[in-house]
């Protein structure tokens, strides 16, 4: 449980809700034009890396805007990869 007051849980769910939803438009992008070229690879898999590691951080301190946060930024991060190698291919 967190030691910190509702209103400061609220900030952070609120930030992590503006940083988290931001992928949705680059991720429906690469599913509409069916091409991921103009991503870079290696950044993000960096990124994916930081969020699983920021995931992990915020288990470890039992915060839930972190997890939260982290856990859906990262399916979306993945989901742009998984894209971005199947276009690639092609």
Not at 21 to 29: A, D, E, G, H, M
Not at 75 to 80: R, V
Request: aromatic fraction near 10%.
């Amino acid at each position: 449980m967190s030691i910190l007051s509702p209103a400061v849980n609220a900030i952070g769910m609120v930030a992590a809700f503006c940083t988290t939803i931001s992928f949705v438009p680059q991720l429906i992008r690469v599913w509409r034009l069916r091409s991921a070229r103009e991503i870079s690879l290696i950044m993000f898999l960096i990124f994916s890396l930081g969020t699983a590691l920021w995931l992990l951080y915020g288990i470890f301190i039992h915060s839930v805007p972190v997890i939260l946060a982290n856990a859906v930024t990262m399916a979306l991060s993945l989901a742009i990869l998984a894209l971005k190698v199947r276009f690639d291919r092609n």
